[in-house]
């Protein structure tokens, strides 16, 4: 239901934006997150957007990264500034219902995609 794009390799310094698109409109109360998982690393959360467009980043992106829909609500935004090499991951969007909170945890959305590659190189 929904299919990342956007990832690739750069240096360090660079930037790169990810999109999620949705085969459906999801309805507008819905949060949007996106995750990432490095080898040998869990699943983490990097960035959430709530049914309101309120975002909610991890302190690790803090100032790099911006999360972001487009008007239709149909395709969920990452743009991602000052990559560095602990950047490199594959990430995922997810979506869930809003049920008076957005999750905090990847057990909580249940819609998934099949993730895409960020490389960053030094």
């Known amino acids: 239901q929904v299919v990342e794009s956007g990832g690739g390799s750069v240096q360090s310094g660079g930037s790169l934006r990810l999109s999620c698109a949705a085969s459906e409109y999801f309805g507008n109360q819905y949060c949007f997150a996106w995750f990432r998982q490095a080898p040998g690393k869990e699943r983490e959360e990097v960035a959430r957007?709530?049914?309101?467009?309120?975002?909610n980043y991890t302190d690790s992106v803090k100032g790099r990264f911006t999360i972001s829909k487009d008007g239709a609500g149909m395709t969920l935004y990452l743009q991602m500034n000052n990559l560095k090499p602990e950047d490199t991951a594959t990430y995922y969007c997810?979506?869930?219902?809003?049920?008076?909170?957005?999750?905090?945890?990847?057990?909580?959305?249940?819609?998934w995609g099949q993730g895409t590659q960020v490389t960053v190189s030094s």
């Open positions: 957007l709530d049914p309101i467009d309120r975002p």
């Open positions: 997810a979506a869930e219902e809003y049920l008076g909170y957005c999750p905090r945890q990847l057990g909580g959305y249940s819609v």
